[in-house]
DNA sequence: CCGCCGATCTTT
DNA sequence: AAGATCGGCGGG
């Protein structure tokens, strides 16, 4: 891989974003991965964000997931194993993803709702031609996947390096010390569950909308 | 900045 | 018929 780059990183790439990290770290519960991923890099090709916001869901305990009902073609991925990445089509039109947590069978994962551009840019404007500014890249879970090129064929992949186009490495911020937490966007079944994470004060965080 | 609304397709 | 959403448009 071919990098120089601009501003928004280090310029040595991918590689100085760490190694993948272990699957022994997807498996647990989705509560207690979803705020340790605030600060992992999301590395795809020539293209990375750092995580700022992320939603846990429960699989068949919680009615808000897509798994609530039991296994569908949709969200097969969801009862895989942990370390992988869930992908759907939103409304028809975006793709949202999703980290794969717990054990085999269980459908606990964490949906990557924000990140932060830290390498590749001009990939990630190119990708993106309506943001307006580079704060939008990836302020949202549709506009994340979009930023990365994260489609339908994506859904399945392995996050702990095996995948030869996507990897979750440590990427060398720690996590992070101010952590704000409150109700899920845009859902309204289980709405006092308040298992949404983000970096306090970073202007890459979506603005919550209600749900409609 | 904020609120409304349509696009488009999977699942119920 | 309802969504784990986004962008364009109108108003303040």
């Known amino acids: 891989m071919s990098r120089r780059s601009g501003s928004a990183a280090g ?20 509560l207690e991965v979803a705020p340790e991923l605030l600060n992992k890099v999301l590395v795809a090709g020539e293209r990375a964000l750092r995580i700022v916001e992320v939603e846990a869901y429960r699989g068949q305990e919680d009615p808000a997931s897509h798994a609530y ?13 942990p370390g992988l ?11 949202c993803a ?15 709702r924000a990140g932060a551009p830290v390498w590749g840019l001009p990939a990630l404007r190119a990708a993106r031609p309506t943001a307006r500014t580079d704060t939008d890249l990836a302020r949202g879970p549709g506009r994340l996947c979009q930023a990365l090129g994260i489609d339908l064929s994506y859904d399945g992949a392995d ?3 095996s995948d030869g186009r996507l990897r979750l490495a440590e990427g060398g ?4 010390s101010r952590l704000e937490r409150g109700p899920r966007v845009g859902v309204s079944a289980a709405a006092d569950r308040h298992w949404r994470w983000w970096i306090a004060g970073d202007p890459h965080v979506s603005r919550a909308r209600p749900a409609r």
């Open 11 to 30: 310029s040595t790439g991918g590689s100085a974003c760490g190694p993948a990290l272990p699957r022994s770290f997807f498996a647990r519960d989705s």
């Open 69 to 81: 009902r039991g296994p569908t073609r949709r969200n097969a991925t969801m009862f895989g194993r």
């Open 85 to 95: 990445l869930y992908v759907y089509r939103s409304y028809g039109l975006h793709f």
């Open 98 to 112: 999703n980290v794969v947590c717990g054990t085999e069978g269980v459908a606990v994962a964490v949906l990557l």
């Open 159 to 161: 996050l702990t390096g």
């Open 173 to 176: 911020w720690p996590v992070p």
